[in-house]
């Protein structure tokens, strides 16, 4: 009975929880619900083609003869039913919804603020790979009574919490409130969350990177350069293979890299020039940052720490680089100085001395 011994997602908030004393333990139900949300959207997620409804969504308001949503519809509900009514929340943003939903006066508001992706990589729910949901925690600024847009507008450094689920062969909620990165996997007997990976953590370098290659025309010189580089091989200017991996499921890509190291690109690129980037900064980059941040990787828009980009705008894109920290880094790299050789960097000079060229 190993399981026994293995702390569910409660248990290792509550312990958690004693170490800050002074904590109302709104924080933990606020990760509780959401996880059962996650739970509600896995089920659903599982029906696929059959697909039946939940529980968490028929209570919502006054559904008439079950007419079928969308999952990322079903998903959002999902999230707001479960949420809106812990007196935890001032207010909630969605990649589902245009403006910040006010938790609604017959419930009581509280002190924090939740952002979320509720279906990531829903176009490939068709296909039967991963998709997952996003989340990020933020603090209501003080002092403040009717929550607005602006007080969504926080750079990722100030997210108290962020996680995704992943809802593919099993499904796990994987999570971080600034102390590591721990996973839990869904087990479907007890329908509880077990903490199965206690310290996630990126590798340094690796051999594996994800682009969606079809934009290369419109790429900046400094991505096409870092692909073509990783491309020539043993032979070219890295010294070693590179595999590529593209799966177009931001929460797949991020759970591969925690799990074994690569690095993700999605650039901003020439082909919408006025859309900077194609990923979310708020609800998709700054919540998959903090994870990647504090498992020991590296988040970039290409240029510079994704987390300390000040937001202006709730649905805002950008260009989004994650993964391991060294390859990062040398992106960063020849963004920042286009002159740059990969042996300027110390750690890749170093491997110049096992290359016979
Ligand atoms: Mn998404
Ligand atoms: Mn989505």
């Known amino acids: 009975m190993s399981w026994a011994h ?9 312990e958690q929880r004693r170490r800050f004393p002074s904590a109302t333990g709104d924080f933990n139900h606020l990760i509780i619900d959401v996880a059962r949300a996650c739970k509600a959207i896995a089920r659903q997620v599982a029906y696929g083609a059959l697909g039946r409804t939940t529980h968490a969504v028929t209570t919502s308001v006054n559904v008439q003869g079950e007419e079928q949503k969308p999952l990322d519809v079903i998903s959002n509900e999902c999230f707001m039913r479960l ?15 245009e ?3 006010l938790i609604p006066d017959q419930y009581p508001r509280g002190h924090y603020l939740l952002l979320y992706d509720p279906l990531d990589g829903s176009s490939n729910i068709d296909v039967n790979v991963s998709v997952g949901s996003i989340f990020s925690v933020l ?13 969504f507008l926080q750079p990722g450094i100030q997210q108290l919490a962020a996680g995704y689920a992943i809802y593919g062969p099993t499904t796990m909620l994987v999570l971080t409130v600034g102390q590591g990165v721990v996973g839990f996997t869904l087990d479907p007997d007890f329908g509880e969350f077990m903490l199965t990976h206690p310290n996630m953590r990126i590798p340094e370098s690796t051999k594996e990177f994800a682009i969606n290659a079809s934009n290369a025309r419109f ?7 870092y692909v073509d580089e990783c491309l020539k091989g043993k032979t070219g200017p890295r010294g070693k293979d590179f595999n590529m991996r593209w799966v177009a499921s931001l929460v797949a890509e991020t759970h591969r890299i925690l799990t074994r ?11 919408m020039p006025l859309k900077p980037g194609r990923l979310r900064l708020l609800y998709e980059c700054n919540p998959i940052g903090m994870i990647v941040e504090q498992a020991g990787g590296r988040a970039s828009t290409g240029y510079g720490p994704v987390l300390t980009v000040q937001p202006t705008e709730l ?5 989004f680089v994650f993964g391991s920290r ?9 963004h920042n100085d286009p002159d740059a050789h990969v042996s300027d960097l110390p750690l890749f000079a170093n491997r110049t001395l096992f290359r016979d060229v």
């Open 6 to 14: 293995t702390p569910t997602l409660t248990q290792y908030l509550i």
């Open 83 to 97: 949420t809106e009514w812990g007196g935890y929340l001032a207010a909630m943003a969605s990649e589902e919804m």
């Open 99 to 101: 403006e910040p939903y």
């Open 139 to 151: 603090k209501m600024p003080e002092g403040k009574e009717q929550p607005s847009v602006e007080d």
């Open 219 to 225: 790429w900046e010189p400094p991505v096409r350069r």
């Open 261 to 271: 190291g690569g690095v993700f690109l999605y650039p901003r690129d020439t082909k």
């Open 315 to 319: 649905h805002q894109r950008i260009g």
């Open 326 to 334: 060294e390859e990062v880094e040398l992106i960063e790299h020849y």
